[in-house]
């Protein structure tokens, strides 16, 4: 079990010092934060929600073990992805 942040993390340190297992990390590699899959618990254990994606404020940039975003679109703004692609259609077309 473990968690995933991908690309569209900002690297915003929001999540990093919450991990109760110390798993995400600063990859030297890409510059983005990453997690150790070797350390992830998930936060089973120690917290009813992840600790990482209950702060994160990128929807989609953490997925869980299944590839899926635990933030997924709309899931922060309240807006559902359908309407936020008409809203966002509408602001590059003028």
């Known amino acids: 079990m473990a968690l995933q942040i991908i690309e569209s993390c900002v690297n915003c340190y929001a999540c990093e010092p919450l991990c109760p297992s110390k798993a995400i990390y600063m990859s030297e590699k ?19 929600d992840t600790q990482c994606a209950s702060i994160c404020p990128i929807e989609g940039a953490i997925l869980d073990a299944l590839g899926v975003p635990i933030n997924p679109p709309g899931s922060l703004t309240g807006i559902p992805p359908e309407r936020m692609a008409e809203a966002m259609a509408e602001l590059q077309a003028h």
């Open 30 to 48: 890409t510059g983005h934060f990453r997690i150790n899959p070797k350390k992830c618990t998930e936060c089973e254990g120690d917290f009813k």
